[in-house]
């Protein structure tokens, strides 16, 4: 099992900035490839973007590129989001995931944290 907690949400206005965190446990954390998925109101969850194991490489979706970045600390075992430039529509709740070796599917979950972009 791993369990993981997220922190960093909150409130801002646009173009402002947010870095979220996701603090990992139960697993040994190098092994994870890990991202960063988000829901908006009446939408779809989709991946925001996610990093390797090692974190050598990451992939981001087209509409942060340039704005958000994916990092590791493996020796702390946290993933983090940094969120620069934002925009009243990156307003969701942000999820952290991880996927195990060998699987292509995320299966652990953390509860989310809500970001809101005010215009």
């Known amino acids: 099992q791993v369990q993981l907690v997220e922190s960093g949400g909150g409130l801002v206005q646009a173009g402002d900035s947010l870095r979220l965190s996701c603090a990992a446990s139960g697993r040994t954390f190098s092994d994870l490839t890990m991202g960063w998925w988000r829901q908006a109101p009446g939408k779809e969850r989709e991946r925001v973007a996610s990093i390797d194991q090692s974190g050598s490489t990451s992939y981001s979706v087209d509409s942060v590129k340039g704005r958000f970045t994916i990092s590791r600390d493996n020796a702390k075992n946290t993933v983090y989001l940094q969120m620069n430039n934002l925009k009243p529509e990156d307003t969701a709740v942000y999820y952290c995931?991880?996927?195990?070796?060998?699987?292509?599917?995320?299966?652990?979950w953390g509860q989310g944290t809500r970001v809101t972009v005010s215009s």
């Open positions: 995931a991880a996927m195990r070796p060998r699987f292509v599917t995320y299966d652990y």
